[in-house]
């Protein structure tokens, strides 16, 4: 398992004790946000709808570039950073 650090978003803060990253483990995005989920359960709340998707307007960054479309499946490796973005529609 490879070692990640999450980039914590402001809004997501005082879920992880107000830390602006969190070290966690993973293969994968998704195997990353588990681990992140099980130190942190609040955090759930912020990043999955009820049937356990992504919400739609979080976007997930490896390296600063985006993850999508494979996002939670996209494998990471040693070192990678993730970032959380919300996306904010208007009109």
């Known amino acids: 398992m490879a070692s990640v ?6 809004y997501m803060r ?4 107000d830390s602006k990253e969190v070290k966690v ?3 994968t995005v998704g195997e990353c946000f588990n681990d992140l989920i099980a130190q942190f359960p609040d955090t ?3 990043l999955f709808n009820k049937n356990g998707g992504l ?6 960054s490896v390296n600063g570039e ?3 479309p494979e996002q939670l499946d996209k494998k ?3 070192g990678d950073e993730l970032g959380v973005v919300m996306i904010i529609g208007g009109g």
């Not at 650090?5 to 402001?10: G, L, T, V």
């Not at 005082?14 to 004790?17: I, K, W, Y």
Request: proline share 4%.
């Open 25 to 27: 483990s993973g293969n």
């Open 14 to 17: 005082s879920s992880v004790n």
């Open 76 to 78: 990471v490796k040693k």
């Open 55 to 60: 919400y739609e307007y979080i976007i997930i």
């Open 44 to 46: 759930k709340k912020h």
């Open 5 to 10: 650090k999450i980039n914590i978003p402001s």
């Open 66 to 68: 985006s993850a999508y």
